[in-house]
């Protein structure tokens, strides 16, 4: 069975870090790329950044770019994203998922999801 279980998510104030966590487990998933969502109420899924599993390519979303970097540790087959210089407009659910066919940026691309994780970030 296909487990993504994000961590990492919580409260910090505008201007700070968090860094979120993405443990896989159940299959290989050496022919997949790593990607990173948001979602708030109301919204559809917004992506953030996919990257490859051996970790050597990467792609972000205008709206992170700069900001946020997508890390892979092939070992723990964990995904990291270190999200800097926080504002209170990237409170919403973060989720991680994984995409058999390459670095996609649309959320129908992914074949397996996380619950998501929250990010809250006060002004």
């Known amino acids: 069975q296909v487990q993504l279980i994000e961590s990492g998510g919580g409260l910090v104030q505008a201007g700070g870090s968090l860094r979120l966590s993405c443990a896989a487990s159940?299959?290989?998933?050496?022919?997949?790329?790593m990607g990173w969502f948001r979602q708030v109420p109301g919204k559809e899924r917004e992506f953030l950044a996919v990257i490859s599993w051996s970790g050597s390519s990467t792609y972000y979303g205008d709206s992170v770019k700069g900001r946020f970097t997508i890390s892979i540790d092939n070992a723990k087959n964990t995904v990291y994203l270190q999200m800097n210089s926080l504002k209170p407009e990237d409170t919403a659910v973060y989720y991680c998922a994984a995409d058999r066919d390459g670095l996609g940026i649309h959320q129908y691309e992914y074949d397996y999801w996380g619950q998501g994780t929250q990010v809250t970030v006060s002004s």
């Open positions: 159940g299959r290989a998933f050496s022919n997949y790329a």
